[in-house]
């Protein structure tokens, strides 16, 4: 199991580790190449799962609603934390509630359940993307205008995918597998894009962080094994959904508080220790789930 679980996590730390060394040597701007990611392969990458002809939607819509609850349960089991260290909500809860599911969650599920899973790991990242980009922003900005998400990219590519995948539309095969070549470099790219972010941050709060870095993956675990129990998910999904719940915060946090000045230094500490607290936490999560 020892064996398994190292095959599962060394690939996903070491991309980011060579990330974060190179980040630190050589400064690259990452600017053009997390566009490109954001804009084209992940959304590629996305599609490609979704209108394959394995992926039927119906099959995984307990897991949808599963994902959506553990979100939101998250940010209530941790809002007393924040108020009890005093710290401004809109800065201790969105970690705890966004994970990174994109970064590390696919990479993550697809290494510890397989090829097809991939499905299901694409599902659990459009559910937490849409929050971020919807109540997120609003929880941040209460004015924000959130009538144009279906231009956000990811989120064009899981509706344009859903609806081939609901119609049955055919899609020539070389076309998907054009599409799904593309996707591929998203994964590695995600990981290494992430050692180099995580060279911007700043231990702004070790106390703060430390207690973000425990408290957002044990809310998301608990709300994702009563979520399983009630959804009556069973197997891989039960599995992956509290492997979701245990995901440290997504990198999206630090960028949404850094646009609207929510305290970007804390934010990117509680991202910075949450991602690094990761590698003592997923290891036993998936010791755990693994069959």
Known sequence: MLER????????????????????????????????????FVPALVF??????SFHIGQHLPLLAGAAVV????????????RLLGVPVNTFVPPAMFKNSGNMGLPLMVLAFGEDALGAAVVLFFCSNFLHYSLG??????????????????IAATLTG????????????????GIK????????????????????SRHADWTLSLVAAVSGPAAGIAVALAMSQLLGLGGRDAAMLIVFGALPPAVLNYIFAERYGQEPERAASIVLIGNSASLAI???VLAWVLP
């Not at 730390?13 to 630190?24: E, N």
């Not at 490609?48 to 002809?53: D, T």
């Not at 998250?74 to 007393?80: A, K, M, R």
């Not at 081939?164 to 095969?173: A, E, I, T």
Request: aromatic fraction near 10%.
């Open 137 to 154: 922003t609003w929880m941040l900005d209460h004015h924000a205008r959130l009538g144009n998400l279906w231009r956000v990219p990811v």
């Open 181 to 200: 070549m593309l996707g591929d470099i998203s994964i590695p790219l995600l990981l290494f894009a992430l050692g180099v972010r995580l060279t911007d």
């Open 282 to 284: 997923i290891p036993p």
């Open 71 to 82: 979100v939101l349960g998250s940010g209530l089991l941790v809002w007393p934390v924040a």
């Open 48 to 53: 490609a799962a979704l209108a394959s002809k």
């Open 162 to 177: 859903l609806a081939v995948s609901l119609l049955q539309l055919p899609l020539w095969q070389p076309l998907w597998f």
């Open 5 to 40: 679980i190292a095959g599962i996590v060394f690939p996903i730390y070491a991309i980011v580790a060579v990330g974060y060394a190179y980040g630190r040597w050589k400064k690259p701007d990452m600017g053009v190449a997390n566009q490109l990611n954001m804009d084209l």
